[in-house]
């Protein structure tokens, strides 16, 4: 509704430009500043591991974008009339503005494909980022071709050309408004699947703890059934791991969806009223060019806290003995698929005679079955008083000396047994660790 007595004055005009090009200036200056303190963080090589995953290289471009669209924008707040430097400042700005978008998508994207669809995420990246450029500039080319980018006669600024009100809004429906919409669409799904994906998989990991003690006393002559799913598992196990560091990687698409939805509003209202007639619609303009000018501040303000940067950066600081990450941290949470006990004991106090008693637990669930399983191999038989006895090795027969060498032959034995144990251990660990580092690489 237009108010009879409003007038959209030329000092109306300045403060909604100076707000546009203010908050753009001081987004691209802050994305500046936080791309040049993470190459300043990755020329540090135990740093720079940190720094190593697929999101936030992605974060990276994205801010990239996000600098560039913070740049042309300041540039396009400066105009007063129509120019053909106006024009192409608001191709720049749209392309801009499409690609940190389409990259942002990405982010909640490779999360599904990673966690929930075993994608390898780093094989991904390339696609990521060629599919946004190439959609980009798909999406923003055939409108400055056509000459819709220039002098905004409505809000007097640099946007759309065209005065035609349903001409104008098909144009920013098929270049922008649509494309804008499904990205926040695709991110929402996404974040929405992996969220429930990995709260279903909690509540089934504690119906595992709670039915543990059923589990170990079920036979074990079927511990011979080996299930494909056991990776799944494992990444499933990752992914509760890093849950922390995931729930944090999921701002990006968050926040670029409540900008972005906002933005949108923003535009087809100052389309659908035909211009600025009330305070109210002013209001709603000066919104819209905070939202546009200060989108690169919220991406800065997000990248300067990601979790990888803040590790690589207290890395850098207090060298990795001292480092505090989210990712060394979330370890804790990590479920033990299997125990491994080592025990030792003298047998006989007068000689020294060692005794190896090496146990093995697993527990396997498969998603297919309803069923754990699981494997124990069998302890040696136990004393009265409940301690391991020794195997029933008789020497009495034997020569002194022939009975010296054949206990110092079966002591050897158990040490070698001992060594093998800790080798297998320690074998299990460093492939445990290779899949922890895969799969940070990979989110």
């Not at 908050?23 to 303190?37: D, E, K, P």
């Not at 608001?90 to 994608?119: G, M």
């Not at 196990?237 to 923003?266: D, E, F, G, K, Q």
């Not at 009265?384 to 195997?391: F, H, L, R």
Request: hydrophobic share 45%; glycine share 6%.
């Amino acid at each position: 509704m237009s108010d009879d007595s409003f007038v959209f004055t030329d000092e109306m005009v300045r403060v909604s430009n100076q707000l546009w090009m203010v908050t753009s200036a001081v987004g691209a200056c802050m994305c500046f500043l936080v791309l040049i303190v993470i190459g300043f963080v990755a020329l540090h090589p135990p740093s720079r591991r940190q720094l190593d995953r697929v999101s936030f290289r992605i974060v990276v471009y994205a801010l990239v974008a996000n600098m560039i669209f913070g740049i042309v924008n300041a540039i396009g707040g400066s105009f007063t009339g129509p120019s053909w430097t106006c024009g192409l400042t608001i191709w720049i700005l749209q392309l801009t503005l499409e690609l940190a978008s389409f990259l942002t998508f990405c982010i909640a994207l490779n999360l599904q494909l990673v966690v929930v669809h075993r994608v390898n995420g780093q094989r991904m990246e390339k696609f990521y980022v060629i599919g946004s450029c190439i959609i980009s500039l798909c999406i923003t080319i055939p409108p400055y071709a056509a000459g819709q980018y220039g002098w905004d006669p409505l809000v007097q600024d640099c946007w759309y050309s065209s005065d035609d009100p349903k001409g104008r809004l098909a144009w920013q429906i098929g270049s922008q408004l649509l494309w804008t919409l499904l990205t926040v669409v695709g991110e929402v799904a996404a974040s929405l699947t992996v969220f429930i994906f990995m709260i279903r998989h909690q509540l089934r990991s504690k119906k595992i703890m709670l039915s543990n003690s059923t589990v170990r006393s079920r036979s074990a002559g079927t511990a011979s059934k080996i299930s494909k799913s056991s990776l799944r598992n494992q990444r499933i196990m990752h992914a509760n791991m890093y849950r922390t560091v995931l729930i944090r990687i999921a701002m990006y698409p968050i926040v670029s969806c409540i900008i972005n939805l906002t933005s949108v509003m923003c535009v087809i209202h100052a389309t659908v009223t035909d211009g600025v007639h009330n305070m109210d619609q002013y209001r709603i303009a000066l919104t819209s060019d905070f939202l546009y000018g200060a989108r690169a501040i919220f991406y800065a303000l997000l990248a300067a806290s990601d979790p990888s940067l803040l590790s690589a950066i207290k890395t850098l600081m207090y060298g990795e003995g001292g480092r505090s990450s989210f990712f060394s941290s979330s370890q804790t949470t990590m479920p033990h698929f299997a125990s491994w006990q080592l025990r030792s004991k003298a047998s006989n106090p007068t000689r020294s005679r060692r005794g190896v008693h090496v146990e093995l637990s697993t527990i396997h669930h498969f998603d297919d079955v309803d069923e754990e399983i699981s494997v124990t191999e069998t302890a040696p038989p136990k004393n009265q008083d409940g301690k391991p006895a020794a195997a029933a090795v008789s020497f009495a027969n034997l020569p002194l000396g022939d009975r010296k060498a054949a206990l110092d032959t079966q002591n050897e034995a158990n040490q070698r047994s001992a060594t093998s144990s800790h080798i297998d251990f320690s074998d299990d660990s460093e492939e445990m660790q290779m899949q922890e580092d895969s799969f940070r690489r990979q989110i």
